[in-house]
């Protein structure tokens, strides 16, 4: 009887000694991966399509001004940042995100207007004049490529 006795089968434990290393390399991957967005746009706009369009090749050195409606009142607005603000304030945002900037960004600072294809050209005339007397001469206009555009 003892030729046929039983023996008892364990279950091999899992190895774990790898799971944090693979836990690690999925939390890297998705911060990589991931943009995060730095301004909540407040305004509604809708950027006019174009045919000429480059990319911004270094986004570090832009700094990001909106104009649209609000979704409040319907009215234009001007967004700096998370605020609101008129035309004359443009250039003391612009003097302080040059002052955010390291020394090689201040040289290519870039301002993207994202301007409503509905905007009075006044207000955008406004914003200009303000980004010249901040001496922040180098403007871009955000677009959207026409044959995307259906």
Same mark, same amino acid.
């Given at each position: #009887?003892? #030729?046929f006795r039983r023996r008892?089968?364990?279950v091999p434990t899992l190895n774990t000694a790898s799971l944090p290393d693979l836990i690690f390399t999925v939390l890297f991957f998705f911060m990589i991966v991931t943009h995060m967005r730095k301004v909540t746009p407040k305004v509604?706009?809708?950027v006019p399509a174009g045919t000429e369009l480059q990319r911004l090749t270094k986004k570090s050195s832009v700094s990001?001004?909106?104009i649209g409606t609000r979704?409040?009142?319907r009215q234009t607005a001007i967004q700096l940042n998370d605020k609101f603000a008129d035309a004359g304030e443009?250039?003391?945002y612009v003097s302080s995100e040059r002052e955010r900037m390291s020394e090689e960004d201040r040289q290519q600072m870039t301002v993207s207007l994202k301007v409503d294809r509905h905007?009075? #050209?006044?207000?955008?005339?406004d914003v200009k004049q303000s980004l010249r007397k901040a001496n922040a001469l180098t403007v871009n206009y955000s677009a959207v490529n026409k044959s995307a555009k259906k």
């Amino acid at each position: #009887m003892s #030729m046929f006795r039983r023996r008892r089968r364990t279950v091999p434990t899992l190895n774990t000694a790898s799971l944090p290393d693979l836990i690690f390399t999925v939390l890297f991957f998705f911060m990589i991966v991931t943009h995060m967005r730095k301004v909540t746009p407040k305004v509604e706009y809708q950027v006019p399509a174009g045919t000429e369009l480059q990319r911004l090749t270094k986004k570090s050195s832009v700094s990001y001004i909106y104009i649209g409606t609000r979704a409040d009142n319907r009215q234009t607005a001007i967004q700096l940042n998370d605020k609101f603000a008129d035309a004359g304030e443009v250039a003391n945002y612009v003097s302080s995100e040059r002052e955010r900037m390291s020394e090689e960004d201040r040289q290519q600072m870039t301002v993207s207007l994202k301007v409503d294809r509905h905007t009075p #050209m006044g207000v955008v005339n406004d914003v200009k004049q303000s980004l010249r007397k901040a001496n922040a001469l180098t403007v871009n206009y955000s677009a959207v490529n026409k044959s995307a555009k259906k």
